[in-house]
């Protein structure tokens, strides 16, 4: 019967607020999923496509020795290694106004034939001349110059000299200049010998031919490489094996999208939970409609596929306003993603498959969820439809408590009772509501973790500048001028070497990325009498014996290795070194790599000559301008008493560096909660129509015996606040429990740790004030509107 479609348009049609709010329910769903998949997908290629086409080193074999070309044709007879070529890898200094910042150089025998870690080629010189070099593209705002400059340089135990910046590259595996404050260049081993460094080629990059991602088989390939490098008379300092084929920050990427699909396919569901309330709602008030058409011939499956048809329309509008925008919104995603991790987008076009798995569950999910109470209502029978007067016998159950309460007004009463009328959708409703509130609060204190966890970078490092000397240890003298510059509080000397874990291997095998960041490990001793750290000791115990070879972990450090308890024997080898250290207690650092604690003393036994002096240096005014004046100060008087400065980290540096790398992800983060929480006002709202469409001819009875218009309007806002009310503390209840799961997941990924969880009461002042405000306007249309009802009106309405 056509008459069945001209009755879903016209209950469509009939109230236009309630459909564009259906409509915009299931948009915002499948806009979240949308714009989430879109970025993902792009990113995920481009991420694999930007890394993977700079051809990354399979292993990199570190020797003491310069390596001379004979030696990199002979690796290359070897079996299984498709490419081999030198390299090396320099800690050096820039010059950026009157600040010395960190500068990576990245010296490369052959610009022309580079066959591993290319960068891409952008503009100026292809191959830089002797006396410049190429700079990654990101590290032109740290230099604050531009192609054409110079920049003055500084390498270790050499004097600083002008180094033209005659071209631009990209270099995808390396984290923005900005997020590290570090500059990246690249030049020829004259240009290198020019700055006064006698220095050759360290480092042997090979590229295997077989299987590819499996790390065991590259670490056996490399290994087998260095013992013949061994036997040939070169000293091998380490093996570096990165995880194969992944950008250093895949894994962190993959899961936190990963949380952000399932997010936004609960704000679908939520938007077709309310749905679903709607159509509930419209069958009880055409109850005696169904009773009329299943009485002339209509059987349940025609009721079905007719309410069915009035959820694809609403289904099928939504998409229509969520999938072009979702794309919009997603090429602003992926392109934030891209500046945060320094890829190139060089492919935008978003999968086919995107939009229809939009499609998909922007009509599956929906009518899945209204399915339910579709194909209930649809099986009631014609008697009792027909015999249908609106209220059932559960609705007219009154929970007679709610009407003892002496001190409140006879709206507030009435207000409250008619909350608990129909305790299906006040639970839906609350469900919305909770949901909303919950991931609002959530994103609040997960944010607020996150800054008060990036604080912890100061509670725990007590000194504000870092700096590594080139030179074994100061002389007293000029510790004794660092200590008397105003404002400096405290100095001291630290000692630090790379580390690993020793293996059945000849070798050290370690999973650090060429950019001697990521994946690194490092044996740091400090005098016990520290007073410039404050470890936050999470088992075990903090070294107490200077002479005895204890050793406290890092959590980077425990993840390094197989599990490792208190009293355990582990060995380390550093620079070749290898000794053997009782586990005495574990940390958790903020903002540290891979660290093994060792006292000063026990380390100076091992005699490594390589170590790399730290003077670690207190201010009184730990604040960014005072350290940022004294840092100056302090690196001119290093200058004045030639020490050789090989660089220096002030530690504000490092808590930028690291406030950075989530921002974009803590925002969307909050972007996904703001969309959760609309969904849960307009469910508000549309129970609220719902409600006062139910009770007209109750309101006409109010007016007949005397209420007024305010009276009712008072009513019905109270009932809104009421329902608002009461679900604040089941969202409150749930955020505890989505913060932790969260602050779990954000704090593994950035620091190895979880996130505290941090109670935000701002965050619940802040819902509690949206709540409030969206329950007045959700509830002032139809105040509004049930206020102007004439008994008339009222009395008459069916």
Same mark, same amino acid.
């Given at each position: 019967?056509?008459?069945?479609?001209?009755?879903?348009?016209?209950?469509?049609?009939?109230?236009?607020?309630?459909?564009?709010?259906?409509?915009?329910?299931?948009?915002?769903?499948?806009?979240?999923?949308?714009?989430?998949?879109?970025?993902?997908?792009?990113?995920?290629?481009?991420?694999?496509?930007?890394?993977?086409?700079?051809?990354?080193?399979?292993?990199?074999?570190?020797?003491?020795?310069?390596?001379?070309?004979?030696?990199?044709?002979?690796?290359?007879?070897?079996?299984?290694?498709?490419?081999?070529?030198?390299? +090396?890898?320099?800690?050096?200094?820039?010059?950026?106004?009157?600040?010395?910042?960190?500068?990576?150089?990245?010296?490369?025998?052959?610009?022309?034939?580079?066959?591993?870690?290319?960068?891409?080629?952008?503009?100026?010189?292809?191959?830089?001349?002797?006396?410049?070099?190429?700079?990654?593209?990101?590290?032109?705002?740290?230099?604050?110059?531009?192609?054409?400059?110079?920049?003055?340089?500084?390498?270790?135990?050499?004097?600083?000299?002008?180094?033209?910046?005659?071209?631009? /590259?990209?270099?995808?595996?390396?984290?923005?200049?900005?997020?590290?404050?570090?500059?990246?260049?690249?030049?020829?081993?004259?240009?290198?010998?020019?700055?006064?460094?006698?220095?050759?080629?360290?480092?042997?990059?090979?590229?295997?031919?077989?299987?590819?991602?499996?790390?065991?088989?590259?670490?056996?390939?490399?290994?087998?490489?260095?013992?013949?490098?061994?036997?040939?008379?070169?000293?091998?300092?380490?093996?570096?094996?990165?995880?194969?084929?992944?950008?250093?920050?895949?894994?962190?990427?993959?899961?936190?999208?990963?949380?952000?699909?399932?997010?936004?396919?609960?704000?679908?569901?939520?938007?077709?939970?309310?749905?679903?309330?709607?159509?509930?709602?419209?069958?009880?008030?055409?109850?005696?409609?169904?009773?009329?058409?299943?009485?002339?011939?209509?059987?349940?499956?025609?009721?079905?596929?007719?309410?069915?048809?009035?959820?694809?329309?609403?289904?099928?509008?939504?998409?229509?306003?969520?999938?072009?925008?979702?794309?919009?919104?997603?090429?602003?995603?992926?392109?934030?993603?891209?500046?945060?991790?320094?890829?190139?987008?060089?492919?935008?076009?978003?999968?086919?498959?995107?939009?229809?798995?939009?499609?998909?569950?922007?009509?599956?999910?929906?009518?899945?969820?209204?399915?339910?109470? /579709?194909?209930?209502?649809?099986?009631?029978?014609?008697?009792?439809?027909?015999?249908?007067?609106?209220?059932?016998?559960?609705?007219?159950?009154?929970?007679?408590?709610?009407?003892?309460?002496?001190?409140?007004?006879?709206?507030?009463?009435?207000?409250?009772?008619?909350?608990?009328?129909?305790?299906?959708?006040?639970?839906?409703?609350?469900?919305?509501?909770?949901?909303?509130?919950?991931?609002?609060?959530?994103?609040?204190?997960?944010?607020?973790?996150?800054?008060?966890?990036?604080?912890?970078?100061?509670?725990?490092?007590?000194?504000?500048?870092?700096?590594?000397?080139?030179?074994?240890?100061?002389?007293?003298?000029?510790?004794?001028?660092?200590?008397?510059?105003?404002?400096?509080?405290?100095?001291?000397?630290?000692?630090?070497?790379?580390?690993?874990?020793?293996?059945?291997?000849?070798?050290?095998?370690?999973?650090?990325?060429?950019?001697?960041?990521?994946?690194?490990?490092?044996?740091?001793?400090?005098?016990?009498?520290?007073?410039?750290?404050?470890?936050?000791?999470?088992?075990?115990?903090?070294?107490?014996?200077?002479?005895?070879?204890?050793?406290?972990?890092?959590?980077?450090?425990?993840?390094?290795?197989?599990?490792?308890?208190?009293?355990?024997?582990?060995?380390?080898?550093?620079?070749?070194?290898?000794?053997?250290?009782?586990?005495?207690?574990?940390?958790?650092?903020?903002?540290?790599? +891979?660290?093994?604690?060792?006292?000063?003393?026990?380390?100076?036994?091992?005699?490594?000559?390589?170590?790399?002096?730290?003077?670690?240096?207190?201010?009184?005014?730990?604040?960014?301008?005072?350290?940022?004046?004294?840092?100056?100060? /302090?690196?001119?008087?290093?200058?004045?008493?030639?020490?050789?400065?090989?660089?220096?980290?002030?530690?504000?540096?490092?808590?930028? +560096?690291?406030?950075?790398?989530?921002?974009?992800?803590?925002?969307?983060?909050?972007?996904?909660?703001?969309?959760?929480?609309?969904?849960?006002?307009?469910?508000?709202?549309?129970?609220?129509?719902?409600?006062?469409?139910?009770?007209?001819?109750?309101?006409?009875?109010?007016?007949?015996?005397?209420?007024?218009?305010?009276?009712?309007?008072?009513?019905?806002?109270?009932?809104?606040?009421?329902?608002?009310?009461?679900?604040?503390?089941?969202?409150?209840?749930?955020?505890?429990?989505?913060?932790?799961?969260?602050?779990?997941?954000?704090?593994?990924?950035?620091?190895?740790?979880?996130?505290?969880?941090? /109670?935000?009461?701002?965050?619940?002042?802040?819902?509690?004030?949206?709540?409030?405000?969206?329950?007045?306007?959700?509830?002032?249309?139809?105040?509004?509107?049930?206020?102007?009802?004439?008994?008339?009106?009222?009395?008459?309405?069916?």
């Amino acid at each position: 019967m056509k008459t069945r479609y001209t009755k879903v348009i016209r209950d469509l049609t009939s109230d236009y607020s309630r459909s564009i709010m259906l409509v915009l329910a299931i948009a915002l769903g499948v806009f979240g999923i949308g714009t989430i998949l879109s970025g993902y997908s792009v990113i995920k290629r481009e991420m694999n496509s930007n890394y993977m086409g700079t051809v990354p080193a399979s292993a990199t074999i570190e020797l003491e020795d310069s390596i001379p070309k004979g030696l990199v044709e002979s690796v290359l007879q070897f079996p299984s290694i498709e490419a081999a070529e030198r390299h +090396a890898t320099i800690s050096a200094r820039m010059k950026v106004g009157d600040k010395w910042y960190p500068l990576l150089l990245f010296v490369v025998d052959d610009f022309k034939n580079k066959k591993t870690n290319k960068p891409s080629h952008l503009s100026g010189e292809v191959v830089p001349a002797t006396g410049s070099m190429l700079v990654e593209r990101t590290a032109f705002s740290i230099m604050q110059a531009k192609e054409g400059d110079e920049l003055l340089v500084k390498i270790p135990n050499s004097v600083a000299r002008s180094i033209k910046l005659s071209g631009t /590259v990209h270099d995808p595996s390396l984290a923005p200049a900005y997020q590290e404050q570090t500059g990246y260049g690249y030049m020829t081993l004259s240009t290198l010998h020019q700055l006064d460094s006698t220095k050759g080629f360290d480092q042997l990059r090979l590229l295997v031919s077989e299987k590819k991602h499996s790390r065991e088989h590259i670490t056996a390939k490399a290994q087998e490489v260095a013992a013949l490098l061994s036997k040939s008379g070169y000293t091998v300092h380490e093996i570096q094996v990165p995880p194969p084929g992944k950008h250093p920050h895949q894994g962190q990427v993959t899961t936190i999208m990963s949380v952000f699909i399932i997010f936004s396919f609960l704000v679908l569901a939520l938007g077709s939970i309310l749905v679903a309330t709607s159509i509930a709602t419209l069958m009880v008030k055409q109850t005696r409609q169904i009773g009329v058409m299943k009485t002339i011939g209509a059987r349940s499956i025609h009721i079905i596929k007719m309410y069915g048809l009035m959820v694809l329309i609403l289904c099928v509008a939504a998409l229509f306003i969520a999938i072009p925008l979702s794309r919009v919104a997603g090429a602003v995603f992926y392109q934030q993603i891209a500046a945060l991790l320094n890829l190139e987008i060089t492919n935008s076009k978003i999968p086919f498959w995107v939009a229809m798995l939009q499609v998909a569950s922007g009509i599956i999910v929906p009518l899945l969820v209204t399915a339910i109470p /579709v194909i209930r209502g649809s099986r009631i029978s014609v008697r009792k439809a027909i015999d249908n007067i609106g209220v059932s016998d559960q609705a007219q159950q009154r929970p007679s408590s709610l009407a003892q309460f002496s001190f409140a007004s006879g709206t507030f009463k009435l207000s409250l009772r008619n909350v608990f009328r129909q305790r299906s959708r006040l639970t839906m409703t609350l469900s919305l509501l909770a949901a909303g509130g919950a991931m609002f609060m959530t994103a609040l204190n997960v944010s607020d973790a996150w800054d008060k966890n990036l604080e912890r970078i100061y509670e725990q490092r007590l000194y504000d500048l870092e700096v590594k000397l080139n030179t074994r240890l100061p002389s007293q003298d000029a510790l004794d001028k660092v200590q008397a510059i105003a404002g400096v509080t405290s100095t001291e000397t630290w000692l630090q070497s790379p580390t690993a874990f020793k293996t059945n291997s000849a070798f050290d095998v370690t999973q650090t990325y060429p950019d001697k960041g990521h994946g690194s490990f490092s044996l740091l001793a400090l005098p016990l009498s520290t007073r410039l750290l404050k470890p936050t000791v999470i088992k075990g115990r903090w070294l107490n014996d200077p002479a005895a070879n204890e050793v406290v972990l890092n959590q980077l450090a425990t993840s390094k290795a197989k599990k490792i308890e208190l009293g355990d024997k582990i060995f380390l080898s550093a620079e070749g070194i290898q000794s053997e250290w009782k586990v005495v207690g574990f940390t958790e650092d903020v903002g540290s790599p +891979a660290t093994a604690y060792v006292s000063l003393e026990a380390f100076s036994k091992l005699q490594i000559k390589e170590a790399t002096t730290l003077l670690r240096i207190a201010y009184a005014d730990r604040s960014r301008s005072n350290a940022y004046t004294l840092n100056k100060e /302090v690196e001119n008087l290093l200058e004045r008493e030639n020490i050789s400065v090989k660089g220096t980290v002030p530690v504000w540096l490092l808590y930028n +560096a690291i406030a950075g790398h989530m921002k974009v992800l803590v925002n969307s983060l909050m972007s996904l909660a703001v969309l959760m929480a609309l969904v849960g006002i307009m469910g508000l709202m549309s129970t609220m129509s719902m409600n006062l469409l139910e009770r007209t001819r109750e309101i006409g009875v109010m007016r007949a015996i005397g209420a007024t218009p305010s009276k009712i309007k008072n009513m019905v806002v109270w009932e809104g606040w009421l329902i608002g009310f009461f679900s604040i503390f089941i969202a409150f209840a749930l955020s505890l429990l989505l913060s932790t799961f969260l602050g779990r997941l954000i704090g593994s990924m950035a620091f190895g740790t979880p996130l505290s969880l941090d /109670v935000s009461w701002m965050a619940f002042v802040w819902w509690l004030t949206l709540v409030a405000g969206g329950a007045y306007v959700a509830t002032l249309y139809p105040a509004k509107r049930a206020s102007k009802i004439t008994t008339r009106e009222a009395l008459a309405y069916e």
